[in-house]
């Protein structure tokens, strides 16, 4: 059973436009955590979400999470070719397990 | 250097042989950790290492043997891998084994032929 499911999976939009990917649990998880990855690289941490409800804004990034603490998205505004990279959320499950479990991913790429 | 730095960046290697990968990090952190990520699958937590002790295994095959001989470095020995080990092996650390905020090295691409 995965914990944390992404969607979509794949993304591909033009430079310019607007986008939302989202990161889904049946868990609590006591905080969230954003990673970009880019092809050839680790993971790099984007942003961590701690209290219900908490928005976090990274420039033309909005973090968000769910008031339930099961759910997390990225708003990417204008979205630029630099943008383009797999976006992993990750988190411990909220049972004293400090494990870091990882999402699916949503690959994205940005089209000039 | 800073960061997490992984050597080397790719290795293809036969199933008869041994070969280690190795992470060093430059962060003064305590808790070093090895994961993988194989096409279409979720990063796979492998080890865990807080201050040189072993403190998971997440029932990883053998055939995989983790090095902390200090707090800065790590190894993952290979021994008679198998095809399907093929991945991106990545090394992680934070400052502490429950701080959860990972920092990530570049990975090491493995091929198993």
């Known amino acids: 059973t995965q914990l944390l499911e992404q969607s979509p999976q794949f993304l591909s939009i033009q430079e310019g436009e607007n986008l939302t990917v989202y990161c889904n649990s049946s868990?609590?998880?006591?905080?969230l955590q954003w990673y970009r990855q880019e092809p050839g690289e680790g993971p790099v941490l984007l942003v961590t979400?701690?209290?219900?409800?908490e928005v976090k804004k990274l420039k033309r990034l909005t973090f968000q999470f769910g008031d339930a603490r099961k759910d997390s998205s990225l708003h990417i505004t204008a979205a630029q070719p630099g943008d383009t990279g797999l976006y992993l959320c990750?988190?411990?499950?909220?049972?004293?397990?400090?494990?870091?479990?990882f999402g699916t991913g949503t690959r994205l790429t940005i089209i000039p | 250097e800073t960061g997490v730095t992984q050597t080397p960046r790719h290795l293809v290697m036969g199933m008869t042989n041994k070969k280690s990968l190795k992470c060093e990090q430059h962060?003064?952190?305590?808790?070093m950790y090895w994961y993988k990520q194989s096409a279409k699958k979720p990063l796979e937590l492998m080890f865990v290492?807080?201050?040189?002790?072993?403190?998971e295994n997440n029932s990883v095959p053998s055939r995989f043997s983790p090095e902390c001989p200090n707090s800065s470095h790590l190894f993952l020995h290979l021994h008679t891998l198998q095809p399907e080990d093929s991945a991106l092996y990545l090394c992680?650390?934070?400052?502490?084994?429950?701080?959860?905020?990972?920092?990530f090295g570049q990975g090491t691409r493995l091929t198993v032929v």
């Open positions: 290492y807080s201050l040189e002790e072993r403190v």
């Open positions: 990750a988190g411990p499950p909220n049972f004293g397990n400090e494990k870091l479990t």
């Open positions: 992680a650390s934070s400052q502490d084994h429950g701080r959860i905020e990972a920092f």
């Open positions: 868990s609590v998880f006591s905080s």
């Open positions: 979400v701690v209290t219900g409800g």
């Open positions: 962060l003064g952190h305590n808790a």
